[in-house]
């Protein structure tokens, strides 16, 4: 079994910043991906961004230059750095931890973007 807790949500103002942490505890294989996923009101869960085990990230187009997804695999715990906060960024953050076949979310963190 795996938990995940997220912290670092909140409201910032446009063009401010935002870190994200999602600490993993239980059975976890150091070869797994951890991501992060966002859902708006009224929309579908997407992908920002997630990252390997051997370090390879993706980021979806609109976070690319402005969000920096790491993770620290010696406390388990990825990250995500967002800069130049966008309204349009304002969300549901969702972690999700893959330890293949099985697949874990964490309770969402509320990040809102004001204008």
């Known amino acids: 079994q795996v938990q995940l807790l997220e912290s670092g949500g909140g409201l910032v103002q446009a063009g401010g910043s935002l870190r994200l942490s999602c600490a993993a505890s239980?059975?976890?294989?150091?070869?797994?991906?951890m991501g992060w996923y966002r859902q708006a009101p009224g929309k579908q869960r997407e992908l920002v961004a997630s990252?390997?085990?051997?370090?390879?990230?993706n980021y979806e187009d609109s976070v690319k230059g402005r969000f920096t997804i790491s993770r620290d695999k010696a406390v388990n715990t990825v990250y995500l750095q967002m800069n130049s906060l966008k309204p349009e960024d304002t969300a549901v953050y969702y972690c999700k931890l893959t330890n293949s076949p099985f697949v874990y979310w964490g309770q969402g963190t509320q990040v809102t973007v004001s204008s």
């Open positions: 239980g059975s976890i294989v150091s070869a797994n991906t």
């Open positions: 990252i390997t085990g051997g370090g390879l990230t």
